[in-house]
């Protein structure tokens, strides 16, 4: 009991230290904060994840134990989008009360800015940039796989969390003439695999190009990876070799160990979906496709990786847009006319974000300029109502 009643001490005196302003405008904007993320967190999780498991329970008879931990499991990456959107529609209804209460209008009759008026939004937001980050970092993309997991043992469905289909690794490096024992740079292997479970490469292809004027291909049913050893094991297939002058050699083989690195192996690991990636391994899967030749998904990979910094970023987007709109409108706005402005402008946003990212993926513009165009638009837009709110 001394304990917390010296804790609650120690919050309170710190509390005091920040301006009497903030204290109160802190103390309006976090309710209807806290109303927002239930809002938005029920609506979307009951879209996005609660109707499935209801049909799941109904039709394949997924126990109701293993549909509330998916349900929690879940929850996290829901959490996440839910901050930004809250943020939005919490400085849409408190500044919009404000105003109407000519409460905005008597701050700035004693000489209060609009920009001081807001700053407590704004801290607000980059509060929960931070807090987005972390959540988005560390602990949605482990509660993604453990959401996954379990509803597949929920389901009695093999554990088959490596299935990848049509994997692809080019491999770059020294092309030897066998006449001249010369070299030039450039691709020595293509793999191909057309699936990767249980940790082995099913029907596999690989086209040899390392020795200069020859051609070989190998035709595998399966392989896979030994570490031990640093080699693949290849079983039940061929072996075609054509030489310079045309002539070629078919030898057919039950095992044959390939000396070939675990390039393959890495880039069937890598998941398909960012949200099971944290920004370490999207970075580490950035290096890796670009070392295998594989540009398009180096850069969708780069496109993800400036977005683990935009979607937080957001936070800050939507404080300035929501507290600076508000603060302009001398109309109160309700709740159900808060939460409709706020999923016009989130609309508005995600289009932008969606447009965009797939004009960075594509290539028509840097996965930078992609990636991060929609946050200054926006916040241009925000720069901009807040001009017209201190006028």
């Known amino acids: 009991m001394n304990f917390l009643n010296k804790y609650q001490r120690f919050i309170s005196s710190k509390w005091k230290v920040i301006p009497l302003l903030d204290r109160w405008l802190i103390r309006e904007l976090l309710p209807p904060f806290f109303f927002a993320i239930s809002a938005f967190t029920v609506v979307s999780l009951s879209v996005g994840v609660m109707f499935d498991l209801v049909r ?4 394949s008879g997924l126990s109701l134990k293993f549909a509330i931990q998916v349900f929690l499991f879940k929850l996290p990456s829901f959490l996440v989008l839910s901050f930004p959107m809250a943020i939005l529609m919490a400085t849409l209804l408190t500044y919009s009360r404000l ?5 905005i209008k008597a701050l700035k009759s004693i000489g209060v800015s609009t920009k001081r008026i807001i700053a407590s939004a704004l801290v607000l937001g980059v509060l ?3 807090i987005t980050f972390i959540f988005n970092d560390l602990i949605v993309p482990s509660s993604n796989k453990n959401a996954e997991a379990t509803l597949r043992k ?10 990848v289909t049509d994997i692809m690794y080019s ?4 092309i030897i003439d066998p ?5 030039v740079d450039g691709m020595t292997h293509l793999f191909y695999a057309k699936e990767f479970q249980n940790k082995e490469m099913i029907d596999v292809t690989v086209l040899d190009f390392s020795r200069l004027g020859y051609k070989q291909m190998l035709v595998a049913k399966r392989g896979f990876w030994n570490e031990p050893n640093a080699t693949w094991d290849f079983q039940d297939g061929n072996i075609l070799t054509i030489s310079p002058s045309g002539g070629f050699t078919s030898i057919r083989f039950e095992n044959y ?6 390039g393959p192996n890495k880039i069937a690991e890598i998941p398909k979906d960012a949200n099971y990636m944290t920004l370490s391994d999207a970075l580490k899967a950035e290096k890796l496709y670009e070392l295998s030749g594989n540009l398009k998904e180096a850069r969708r990979m780069k496109v993800r990786i400036q977005e683990k910094f935009t979607l937080p970023m957001a936070c800050i987007v939507f404080s300035l847009i929501g507290s600076s709109l508000a603060c302009k409108s001398y109309e109160r706005t309700s709740q159900s006319q808060g939460f409709a402005m706020s999923i016009i402008l989130i609309l508005i946003y995600y289009i932008l974000s969606f447009v965009f990212s797939s004009l960075g993926v594509s290539g028509a513009l840097s996965p930078l300029v992609g990636a991060w ?3 200054l638009i926006s916040f241009s837009g925000g720069i901009y109502l807040l001009y017209k709110a201190g006028d």
């Open 179 to 183: 006449s001249s024992n010369d070299s």
């Open 128 to 130: 929960m940039t931070g």
């Open 373 to 375: 165009s929609p946050v």
């Open 154 to 163: 929920g389901l009695g469905v093999s554990m088959h969390s490596d299935y």
């Open 99 to 103: 105003s109407s209460n000519s409460e």
């Open 56 to 59: 799941k329970i109904v039709e």
């Open 257 to 262: 160990i390939y000396p070939l690195d675990s």
């Open 171 to 174: 491999r770059f490096g020294k």
